[in-house]
């Protein structure tokens, strides 16, 4: 990821790839965004909170191909 | 559950319970691998729930609603066959696709390969048992099935898929489905009802094959596969945007309002059919559409935000992958 600040594209990937993430962010956003390589300062921390984490969820559960039985 | 699920869910047990003691009368372990496999491609591992599931084609149901269209008393016997044939043909067709999509382990798949085999067999008995070789069915038949297998096998060649592609070779993989529509049509001696019947399949596969491109657009990208929604982000995305960005600009809207547009239509054509079944499924194929839409619409949005506090917020010291990495 390199020092640049990460990319709504990857931030997708994340999405789609690594779930679990955006739990942590949600449980406990101190410890998930500073393990991320981000400084947590208050108003990060703040604005974490605000975010609709369970519209974010419904995005990884309807692109989820495990749940595609088509064929 | 309806009760129409109910019968239904007891018939495809039936089915995967035959798969299981057919190939287990010769080979008990052959049997195990087959029904874990089943299991394996089923969402919560029950067979039945993957043919009832809201993103499967409606390989199952068509043939009731061509039945419930003709107000004619069910051949209970020609149904079972229907549902048995249809639950191999979809497994033989699945397990083919599996193998040349490469999109999940394949060490079981190549291993139960030679099973495709006895899966196709008994798709075709099913037929074999209420048609006579000299049929007109039989033509149909041969038609749809080899239109089925080479768009699949051409689909899986193609590098980029235009609007053209799309129509004439990816969304006819959904042929196959046809043939139990055709085939209800012609046993009860309906032959003249089966091409308008047959187009709402062409109609419901384009469809539902976009409904595909769009939701997997990420495993398609990822596996290298061409598909006409990536296809499309690729020529309609600006040239500093990457494919997330155009889907969250414009991608995820232009993909879903076409679905509806081809929804739309395929409601209008479907209304001469005269089945008020098929006509609540098409509603509620369109109405769980717009909640992906709005799910997709409304989650990139979040992250959208989620991206620009990361944007504002500074970069620690610590080097990325001390801990848990975001991507």
Known sequence: ?71 | MSMSECILTSQIDAVVDRIGADLGASSPFLAHEVLHWIRQISPGGEPAAHFLSVRMFPILRLPEYVVQSLAVAPDDGFHRSLISSTVHGYYYIRLIDDLVDGDRDLELERKILPVAGYFLSEFQFGYQKHFSAEHEFWQVFRRLWTASTVSSAEDAMQRSVGFAEFERVSSRKFSAAGIPVAATCHHYGRADLAPAWLDLVDGLGRWSQMVDDILDWHQDRGLGRATYFLTEGERQRRREESLEEWILREGCDWGFDLLNEWMNRLQESSAQLGNPGLMEYLAGRKAWAAEQHSTLRNGLAELARLAGILGQATRANTPCGAGTTIT
């Open chain 1, 1 to 71: 990821m390199g020092s640049n600040p990460i990319t709504f594209g990857e931030l997708v990937n994340a999405c789609l790839n690594n779930p679990g993430f955006f739990h942590a962010l949600q449980d406990n956003p101190a410890q998930a965004i500073t393990e991320a390589g981000y400084e947590a300062t208050p108003l990060v921390i703040e604005s974490l909170k605000h975010l609709d984490y369970n519209a974010i969820r419904k995005v990884f559960h309807a692109c989820d191909p495990t749940s595609a039985p088509m064929c």
